[in-house]
């Protein structure tokens, strides 16, 4: 599989090399490999190689570890990052382009929930992609999770409002929001998350209104630029990491801790609905690093 080769890679790299300047000028073109920007690559190879000088480390396991802090630093954040709470109205709203497995990743996260015993409801509020709402209703019906929708074309604002109210009328739940995700057609999109924001803010209970982006992890930088477009938009609190069982690389995580603060919460490594799971920064390092 492509991904153990990457982390092969730079096993094998660590392994083979002898500690001196032409080290860390490679371990740049390594971490560009996997995803981390060149600009990014650059930083963390010189303060390493500045942390070996003032440290006098050679030792091969010794560097690593370093590097592993290095990194560690733009994925571990302190404060759990996505706390629904019972008994309250929580709207997550789910950020993303077209193709990225949002709507899975809504259905998935569902199922999460409701597996630890809180309600959900699922608010169609991509109403103009074909058979999106489809979709979603076909995910709630195999889960046997409540999926609020309105008519193709409708307003996305008014599907969250009507979930939100459900919500409140059943004594609590978590609203999983699917939205639109057509950035060929930035301003209108950028318009249309900016009314859900507003709508959603107002419907959530204080401190429970939170939103995901879904993120590719295949896609590479263009996952950044796309994390960079919904951060100016409506602000994203956190990062849903899909198919990551099939990328050879993973640093996407650490470029979009590092330049824009946003932590990632979930990972999704597989089609089923069980194939999600917390996001556990220590093993991720681990894993980039081979």
Known sequence: MARISFA????????????????FEELIDILVEGDIGAKFAYEISEQLEQICKEKHLKDEALIKGELKSLLLSFVKFDAPVIEPQSG??????????????????????ANYYKNKGEPVILAAA???????????EMHGSRLGIRVIAHQ???????VVFDAA?????????I????????????????????KI?????????????????????????????????????VGVDAVVLTKYDSTARGGIAFS???????????????????NIQVFDAESYTSEFLG
């Not at 092969?8 to 080290?23: A, L, Q, T, V």
């Not at 103009?128 to 979709?135: D, G, K």
Request: hydrophobic share 40%.
């Open 175 to 194: 609203v999983l929001a699917d939205t639109a995700g057509r950035l060929h057609n930035k301003e209108n999109l950028v318009r249309e998350l900016q």
């Open 88 to 109: 309250k109205v929580n709207v997550f709203m789910m950020l993303g382009v077209n193709g990225v497995g949002k709507t899975t990743s809504a259905a998935k996260l």
């Open 256 to 274: 979009i801790g590092k330049e824009l603060h946003i932590p990632v919460a979930f990972v999704c490594t597989g089609e089923k609905y069980e």
């Open 197 to 233: 924001d507003r709508i959603a803010s107002q419907k959530a209970d204080s401190g429970c209104y939170k939103k995901l982006l879904v993120i590719d992890a295949t896609t590479g930088q263009n996952a950044l630029r796309q994390a960079e477009v919904f951060s100016e938009a």
């Open 152 to 158: 193709h074309g409708g307003d996305p604002s008014a």
């Open 126 to 136: 991509d109403t103009f992609r074909a058979a999106a709402e489809e979709q979603l």
């Open 8 to 23: 092969e890679k730079i096993k094998g790299f660590f392994s083979s090399k002898s500690i001196d300047e032409s080290f």
């Open 165 to 173: 109210d459900a919500a409140r009328a059943s004594g609590g739940a």
